[in-house]
């Protein structure tokens, strides 16, 4: 059964940086997919970035050039680097792989 624990957020100020990471076990890693999500209080669960098994990258217009999504197949971990943070960026963050979610990590941009 795969399981996803995402790690790493907070509560940072506008133009700060996180990184955050996800951490999946029960799954041969290398060969799924993997997404980063996010939903902000009050709205729909939105893509933010993902990555094929092959490290072919895409990201949601509101995140490209900011964040950057990556993977280390040894370690069966994908990341979620993301800099010049936006209070608008503010939401919980979830990892995604062949449809099972993580329990998210909250990211918080205030000053």
């Known amino acids: 059964q795969v399981q996803l624990v995402e790690s790493g957020g907070g509560l940072v100020q506008p133009g700060g940086s996180l990184r955050l990471s996800c951490a999946a076990s029960g799954t041969i890693f290398s060969i799924y997919g993997m997404g980063w999500y996010r939903q902000a209080l009050g709205k729909q669960r939105e893509l933010v970035a993902t990555i094929t098994s092959g490290g072919s990258t895409r990201y949601a217009d509101s995140v490209k050039g900011r964040f950057t999504i990556s993977r280390d197949n040894a370690k069966k971990m994908v990341y979620l680097q993301m800099n010049s943070l936006k209070p608008e960026d503010t939401a919980v963050y979830y990892c995604?792989?062949?449809?099972?979610w993580g329990r998210g990590t909250q990211v918080t941009v205030a000053s």
């Open positions: 995604n792989m062949m449809g099972t």
